[in-house]
């Protein structure tokens, strides 16, 4: 109950205060572009292939249009999920109001749940608000709705472990700016760092984020991909369940 | 109700509490009294489940604060130095979510109840971040009244208010303790000691230094500051053999600290008076006993 409680009060505070609206309009922006020009070459590639009737063939929703834009996306929520984790803890440390939770019946666990839980609350409203690009696919054509699934279980398997990697950095500072920072830089390596492999199959590239999108954004869900992503999410949470407890004994 | 024994806390290299002892009955009010920096505010987060102890034990309610924190926590309420205010919450929003996370019974009557108590009527509507400090800080008690605990700690309630709020929280504190609630608060007023508190706890340098009631501490005339223009040779000995007095002790040519265990400056004025008696003062025995026992040394 008391994760509820702290989950909600969260999720609250994002929308009540400018940053979180900011974050949706800038995420909404940023979509909008991918998607107008993921459309538009679409467009352009279909009109390449009118007088080619083995292109043609080839040519589909899913990988000419769907795959492209969430795979796309994916790199926003580079930008995107560090601005909504960043307060999490900081602002509780700046207000001096982590003594409340600290010093009600709540262990420090229920409190690094509710903060985690509220925060992704907010993320599945960003992504729920991209849902109209797919509505009017399917509107207009016949898409691979497990594609489109695909795409938005890759977004969210992805917010969930950078927002889990967002919370950490903000148990470490009481300046927002700071953890924005770190968490942006942690993330961006998670995202990239996979370019440093040597092929597809070296472990380095397994440790990457994208390597681990790639078959999702596909429509394939694949066991060791969601256990890659739960396990970012579980050590970040019990790092920072750790770093709580420190609190007390320093 | 709460028990301290020999609680110890380090900071890395600086010890902030070392030792300390004391207890505190069911209902009493006891102010924790000290320089800044002396230890008051980290006694009160240890005890309140916000800090670990470095060693040592503290009950709440018979309930050890280190094996069963979550236990002492809800029947405990805390106001730190700084209030923990969500100020982007109306102080409605804000106190439900305390009553929530604090487990109140009905935590919407809960939150009804405390405004009414602490006089919030007029700005429960209002957000946390438009309010004045002295309805922030009565805000602040709101949160830690809201789960109707069996024992408050205050820190500081009264810092930065006017004199009229601190009277106000003065009387709610009073009131508080005579629905049986064990309320301990820390201070550096001495005057707020002596109006709401049954007993003092005076601390410095991260230990206790004196307890007593404050009527014991309060009682004026048991020290008292003599000046005198032709002292003779016989007065120190005249003014030993008042009863009641039990130390003489010289601060300047002609002027004299009398000690004793009761108010004896009529005494000490006849005494005095053939040797020309300038200026007898009385000192309030807390103010003297603070003063002796912490002065020049605060700030560590």
Redesign the interface.
């Known amino acids: ?2 994760v509820l ?2 989950a909600m ?1 969260e999720a ?2 994002i929308f ?2 400018p940053v979180g609206w900011l974050v949706l309009c800038g995420w909404l922006l940023v979509t909008g572009i991918f998607w107008v020009a993921s459309v538009g070459m679409y467009v352009a590639e279909s009109q390449n292939v009118v007088f080619n009737p083995y292109g043609a063939a080839l040519l589909n929703l899913q990988d000419h249009l769907v795959m492209p834009f969430y795979g796309n996306t994916t790199v926003v929520l580079v930008f995107v999920v560090p601005a909504v984790s960043m307060r999490l803890f900081s602002e509780e440390f700046k ?13 420090t666990l229920e409190i690094v749940l509710g903060k985690y839980l509220g925060a992704l609350a907010f993320v599945l409203v960003a992504l729920a608000c991209t849902l109209h690009f797919p509505l009017t696919l399917e509107y207009w054509g016949e898409p691979d709705l497990g594609a489109i699934a695909g795409g938005y279980l890759a977004l969210f398997s992805m917010s969930a472990a950078l927002l889990a990697v967002g919370l950490l950095a903000s148990s470490f500072t009481s300046n927002q700016i700071v953890a924005l920072v770190v968490a942006f830089a942690a993330s961006l390596a998670l995202y990239v760092g996979g370019w440093l492999a040597d092929g597809p199959d070296h472990w380095i590239a397994r440790l990457g984020l994208l390597s681990h999108l790639e078959d999702m954004l596909r429509g394939a869900v694949r066991l060791s991909d969601l256990v890659y992503f739960a396990g970012i999410v579980g050590v970040s949470l019990f790092a920072t369940w750790q770093r709580l407890e420190s ?4 | 109700m709460i028990q301290v024994e020999n609680l110890t806390k380090v900071y890395g290299a600086t010890a902030a509490v070392r030792g300390v002892d004391f207890t505190v009955a069911k209902g009493e009010v006891v102010g924790l009294l000290g320089p800044n920096g002396a230890g008051k505010s980290t006694t009160m987060r240890i005890l309140a489940g916000a800090l670990g102890a470095t060693s040592g034990r503290a009950l709440v309610g018979g309930v050890d604060v280190f094996q069963d924190p979550r236990g002492v926590k809800r029947i405990l309420g805390y106001l730190p130095e700084v209030p923990p205010l969500y100020t982007d919450m109306t102080v409605r929003e804000y106190l439900r979510f305390a009553a929530r996370v604090k487990r109140a019974a009905d935590p919407r009557a809960a939150v009804e109840r405390v405004i009414g108590r602490v006089g919030l009527q007029k700005v429960a509507h209002r957000l946390i971040d438009n309010l004045s400090k002295g309805y922030r800080q009565r805000v602040g008690i709101a949160q830690a009244l809201v789960h109707e605990p069996q024992v408050l700690l205050l820190d500081e309630p009264t810092s930065g208010l006017d004199p009229a709020q601190r009277v106000e929280i003065r009387e709610l504190v009073r009131e508080l303790s005579a629905g049986e609630t064990t309320v301990v608060l820390s201070t550096h007023v001495l005057p707020e000691v002596e109006a709401v508190c049954d007993r003092a706890v005076i601390v410095h340098d991260g230990r206790v230094v004196a307890q007593d009631t404050v009527e014991a501490f309060a009682a004026v005339g048991r020290t008292v500051t003599l000046r005198v223009a032709r002292p003779g040779d016989a007065l120190p000995s005249r003014l030993l053999a008042i009863p009641g007095v039990v130390g003489v002790e010289p601060t300047g040519p002609g002027a004299w600290r009398i000690a004793a265990d009761r108010d004896v400056r009529e005494q000490v004025a006849r005494a005095a008076v053939d040797d020309g008696l300038l200026e007898l003062a009385a000192h309030r025995a807390l103010e003297d006993v603070y003063l002796r026992l912490t002065r020049g040394e605060g700030e560590p």
């Open positions: 109950m008391s409680h702290i009060r609250r505070a009540t205060t207000q001096r109001t982590m003594e409340l939770l600290l010093t009600s019946p709540v262990s609190f007390r004994w320093r």
